[in-house]
């Protein structure tokens, strides 16, 4: 306890420091590389990283931690942002094929992290059907420990993917079947239930789970933001934040709207070992709709704060043009890769 302690504690005095003296980003390349990994692979990694920053000091931008490749991790959070996987019907049931499977990812530039992921991706699929779609997922799983898939909504017993209920845990090399109705509409997720339950999500098996009113909503730029992060050293304690999985990933790269359009934002927060996260955005205000399960605003305003496992949909336009910073509330996240930019453009 006494070292988990004083990890948090050396972790938040750094950032606190650091803060102070207005160079907040680079104490993820002094910290991560030394608290997140051991051996001759953190020295690796630490020159590896101390080179790449040294090359962006130059650069003098502010998120100047080098970038991850996309095609190593085999995923893009540009992509993510606008991917919905809305699965085959088939006599008019909505099927998925979702694996598990274990997979290194980059989660920062240089830092590494042995992820368990559904579909190869961090955070999985951003599932999408409509109320009353009957849905069938076959879930398969081709990693080493047992994992399940459970979904958020309203199910029967048998469908709700924990351990020694229904089907309970799926062993490695097996494959078992969820079969339940789209309800309600809203903003939901799905995650691994197995146990020890943080380490199971944490480790990346989750992804964004969306059911559309019968209705639909009025067309809008849509966007998925899942809210995450990385215990790299194993002290149930994050050290690099970020949605969509890559710190700082719109920062290097902003996310393009256009002035004046319809944007909706679906915001999960799925981050483990931290009992809140939040989202902001500058110079703006969206509509709030918790959960997504009512057609109608709750707040109008600039900062949500979810617990874990919550979520809600964002809508808002950008009335002028010009780069937009959108960030987690809590200073330490976004000083730690939680932070990114809207470019608007007409
Ligand atoms: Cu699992």
């Known amino acids: 306890m006494r070292k988990l302690w004083e990890n948090k504690v050396s972790r938040r005095r750094l950032i606190g420091g650091a803060a102070a003296t207005g160079a907040a980003l680079p104490v993820l390349h002094g910290l991560v590389p030394h608290e997140g990994l051991h051996g001759q692979e953190a020295e690796a990694a630490g020159e590896h990283i101390a080179e ?32 919905f996987d809305e699965g085959t019907l088939r006599g008019g049931v909505r099927e998925w094929e979702i694996v598990a499977e274990e997979k290194e990812i980059e989660v920062a530039p240089g830092v590494r992290y042995a992820a368990w992921a559904y579909n ?56 078992t079947v969820y079969d339940f109705d789209a309800t309600p509409f809203g903003l939901h997720l799905y995650h691994c239930h ?43 304690s994050n050290e690099v934040y970020g949605v969509n999985t890559v710190a700082f ?35 703006n205000f969206f509509d709030y709709f918790p959960t997504g399960t009512r057609l109608e605003p709750r707040d109008f305003t600039d900062t949500v704060v979810l617990g874990q496992g919550e979520r809600g949909i964002l809508e808002l336009r950008f009335p002028y043009p010009g780069k937009y910073m959108f960030h987690a509330h809590v200073s330490e996240f976004a000083e730690l890769g939680w932070m990114g930019f809207f470019e608007v453009t007409d």
Not at 151 to 166: M, N, Q, S
């Open 52 to 83: 790449r920053h040294a090359a962006h000091r130059g650069a003098g931008h502010i998120g100047g931690v080098g970038s991850v490749d996309a095609r190593t991790n085999g995923f893009d959070p540009h992509e993510i942002l606008r991917d």
């Open 194 to 236: 197995s146990t020890p339950l943080a380490e199971h999500i944490a480790k990346g098996l989750y992804g964004a789970f969306v059911i559309d009113p019968k209705d639909g909503r009025p067309p809008a730029d849509e966007l998925v933001m899942v809210m995450n992060g990385f215990d790299t050293n194993f002290d149930r």
């Open 120 to 175: 190869g991706r961090v955070p999985g699929p951003t599932l999408r059907a409509r109320e009353g779609d009957r849905l069938r997922i076959r879930f398969t799983n081709g990693s080493s420990h047992p994992h399940t898939m459970h979904f958020h909504g309203i199910h029967r017993a048998a469908e709700d993917g924990v351990p020694r209920i229904g089907p309970g845990n799926i062993l490695p090399g097996e494959s």
């Open 249 to 283: 990933a719109y920062m290097d790269e902003p996310i393009r709207v256009k002035r004046d359009e319809l944007v909706r934002i679906y915001l999960v927060n799925v981050l483990e070992f931290d009992f809140v996260n939040s989202f902001h955005i500058h110079a």
